[in-house]
């Protein structure tokens, strides 16, 4: 191997017969220093080199398979890449959001304000260098549009008011997505899976129970696939993710192969797990607790049940933001404290071969900062806040 591959595990029970269940394998790498082996069997290659790996469950370990590394991979980057910054001269500042797919390539937002023709936001990606992709006027700093997430082919979905958008990078052109409204409301939560594909839903609050209305529309389909509905039953519920394979996650349930399968919920289970990221294997990564509050683990979900991978540290409120296709995790952390300013403090961390990890700001920028996603190689996308106003904001590549 170069890069990367995927080993896989199978539980078998007397006679050699696939069990009907199967369990949640952990997988281990006999040599760190040649190849990782992620929870979800993705083994990256380290340096030139051979390790033997293993896939655990239940107490049992499987038999070694090993793997060469035929030659030493592309090192991940390290530190931090400024890929904007602000200028309070020219009084351009970082938008609010950006979108960071697994292969690296980002998309971002700029607001620029000019005394005699107002705000306008201007739309760039960045692949090794920034490309800016079209300029759209706004009446209002309320309107900013920005990316929420990249395709396949690089182009972008930008909320613009209720209506998501569809923006081709190469020829600037803008595309309504023909997103249906639900309850009143026009579908702007959207992912983008690795295929062409955009996903949006939106939640009804109209009936006895609340629920979730996704669709699928693919560019130059003049109209949008509709999932089945989802019961909505909890806050945030909104689509979350979704694979080329066709999985759709939302905080609550999953639909895989056209069934909508939900996650296991107390009082009726023994523990909650709520769905935040979703990788190319179809491992779900979410939080997880028992009955009492604390302490909430970073959990995975498969078919096979709830994973509990590593207990959070207690005292903070946990959100999964993102998860790559190498077993990474990002996290956001939320403390409650009077005596901060604004009485909150937020910090975001990486979770790498069983480490939490912090991302940390670079000198000349707060602490707090808006960690967006993570790409393959552990890199994350943040929005950094300056030390004197928002125009010394940037946007930034960070690992840690």
Not at 96 to 106: K, P, Y
Not at 233 to 239: A, K, R
Not at 306 to 326: E, F, I, R, S, Y
Not at 352 to 380: E, I, K, M, S
Request: proline share 4%; charged share 15%; with cysteine.
């Amino acid at each position: 191997m170069d890069a990367t591959t995927t080993c896989t595990a199978q539980g078998l029970a007397a006679g050699s017969a696939a069990l009907s269940t199967q369990p949640i394998f952990t997988f281990a790498s006999s040599n760190l220093g040649a190849a990782r082996a992620g929870a979800t069997g993705i083994v990256t290659g380290v340096a030139a080199g051979t390790a033997a790996i293993t896939a655990s469950a239940a107490g049992i370990t499987s038999n070694a398979v090993t793997l060469s590394v035929s030659r030493a991979p592309t090192p991940a980057p390290t530190g931090t890449t400024i890929i904007y910054k602000g200028s309070q001269a020219a009084l351009n500042t970082a938008a609010f959001h950006g979108a960071i797919r697994a292969d690296g390539t980002v998309a971002y937002s700029v607001l620029r304000v000019r005394v005699t023709s107002g705000a306008s936001t201007e739309l760039y990606t960045y692949r090794g260098t920034s490309k800016k992709v079209l300029t759209l006027p706004s009446t209002s700093t309320l309107n900013i549009m920005a990316p929420m997430c990249i395709d396949k082919a690089g182009n972008l979905v930008v909320p613009v008011g209720e209506q998501s958008t569809y923006v081709d990078v190469t020829s600037g052109a803008v595309t309504a997505i023909p997103f249906p409204t639900v309850d009143g409301a026009g579908v702007v939560q959207v992912v983008c899976p690795s295929d062409r594909r955009v996903i949006g839903s939106e939640t009804d609050f109209t009936g006895r129970d609340d629920y979730e209305y996704a669709f699928a529309w693919t560019p130059g389909q003049s109209g949008v696939t509709a999932y089945e509905k989802v019961f909505n039953g909890c806050v945030g519920c909104n689509v979350k993710d979704a694979n080329a394979a066709g999985d759709v996650l939302f905080a609550n349930a999953i639909i895989r192969g056209g069934v909508t399968t939900f996650f296991p919920k107390t009082p009726v289970d023994a523990l909650n797990f709520r769905g935040a990221a979703l990788d190319e294997a179809g491992t779900v990564w979410g939080l997880s607790f028992t009955t009492t509050a604390e302490p909430i683990y970073l959990a995975q979900w498969t078919p096979g049940g709830v994973k509990q991978v590593t207990a959070l540290p207690t005292g903070a409120d946990w959100v999964v933001t993102d998860a790559n296709n190498a077993g990474e995790v990002l996290l956001l952390r939320r403390i409650v404290d009077s005596k901060l300013e604004g009485g909150v403090e937020l910090s975001s961390f990486v979770f790498r071969d069983g480490t939490l990890r912090p991302v940390t700001a670079p000198a000349g920028y707060q602490a707090a900062l808006n960690a967006v996603g993570l790409d393959d190689q552990g890199q994350v996308l943040v929005r950094l806040r300056g030390q004197h106003s928002s125009y010394d904001d940037a946007w930034a590549l960070i690992r840690s």
